[in-house]
């Protein structure tokens, strides 16, 4: 099946339960078939863990959902080595990562030294326990989300962490149309039980080989690479992006063009997710801070400033 209407498909089934929120649910799925993890920033009651049931409903795939909290242990997490008295051996007893989409809770609740055991999952798709490493399943994703930091009692995510994040968004309020909606859904049952499968986790497999064969000019690379070197320099930043930051950012246009049907990604596509697969990346200078100074204005700086490349014919 053509991988343009797989995506359709899916995104489709989703927009069944999610309303109003075209652009975010393309984003979550954008991070899915990239094969990259999503922080999601917002406050309660959005419809953050409805989004990652959806997903998981509309795949077929299996789920698991880690609540963090401040006592909440690595162990928890990873799971954990029990010894087998009859068989005299230790028996590994996988913990709630090791599932096809983990929806990780309020992930900021928990002290660093729970959150940094995600650190060797997200990034290598696997965990050690007791010198013994376990693969991940795939497609793997782990969709994490976060209260505001001005809360009370959370912990802001370190720097390292938040880098293997592949985009960050925000779910933000629905309009008052999109309110009623939503209420006229939910009168009876919630419509997420009744969403049908539409794909197997086989075809999500299929599309993340798919966009990787998307191409990319070597001008549009060099863009990319100029977006992000651009944020080191910057007089408001302390710490820009790092390459992880260009690669990704790569990664989710090759994603986009195939989203809009594309053998080749443009430099809209660039612009039109730097903010969201960047952003968190960027620690803002303190003095910029005080000024209220974002990270998404500054971006919005660069990509002002940043020379887009011009189309170049490409030749057989």
């Given at each position: 099946m053509d991988p343009k209407v797989v995506c359709e498909t899916i995104l489709g089934n989703v927009e069944k339960v999610i309303v109003g929120k075209g652009r975010e649910v393309e984003l979550a799925f954008l991070a899915l078939i990239c094969n990259g993890h999503l922080l999601i920033e917002d406050v309660p009651g959005v419809g953050k863990t409805v989004l990652a049931k959806s997903f998981v409903k509309s795949m077929g795939c299996t789920f698991r959902r880690i609540q963090f909290t401040?006592?909440?242990?690595?162990?928890?997490?990873?799971?954990v080595s029990i010894y087998n008295q009859r068989t005299s051996e230790f028996e590994f007893r996988?913990?709630?990562i090791l599932a096809q989409v983990v929806l990780a809770d309020e992930i900021n609740r928990a002290t660093p030294k729970t959150q940094s055991a995600l650190l060797e999952c997200m990034e290598e798709r696997q965990v050690t326990v007791d010198g013994v490493t376990y693969p991940a399943p795939r497609p793997f994703l782990v969709m994490a989300t976060q209260n505001p930091i001005e809360y009370e009692g959370?912990?802001?995510?370190?720097?390292?962490q938040l880098d293997r994040?592949?985009?960050?968004?925000?779910?933000?309020?629905?309009?008052?149309?999109?309110e009623v909606t939503i209420l006229e859904?939910?009168?009876?049952?919630h419509p997420v039980d009744e969403l049908?499968?539409?794909?197997?986790?086989?075809?999500?497999q299929e599309i993340q080989k798919a966009v990787?064969?998307?191409?990319?000019?070597?001008?549009?690379?060099?863009?990319i690479v100029s977006i992000v070197g651009a944020t080191r320099c910057h007089p408001e930043v302390y710490l820009g992006s790092s390459p992880r930051g260009s690669l990704s950012l790569c990664?989710?246009?090759?994603g986009m063009a195939l989203l809009r049907g594309r053998d080749f990604a443009l430099p809209d596509d660039v612009k039109a997710l730097a903010r969201s697969v960047l952003a968190h990346r960027i620690i803002i200078s303190p003095a910029a801070r005080l000024r209220e100074v974002t990270a998404k204005e500054v971006l919005g700086e660069v990509l002002d400033q940043v020379p887009v490349p011009g189309v170049r014919i490409r030749k057989n």
């Open positions: 401040p006592d909440l242990l690595p162990s928890d997490v990873t799971g996988p913990g709630p959370t912990f802001p995510l370190p720097e390292a994040f592949f985009m960050q968004l925000t779910m933000g309020y629905p309009s008052v149309e999109d859904r939910q009168q009876y049952m049908q499968q539409v794909v197997d986790a086989s075809q999500i990787k064969g998307v191409r990319v000019d070597a001008l549009i690379m060099k863009y990664r989710a246009a090759q």
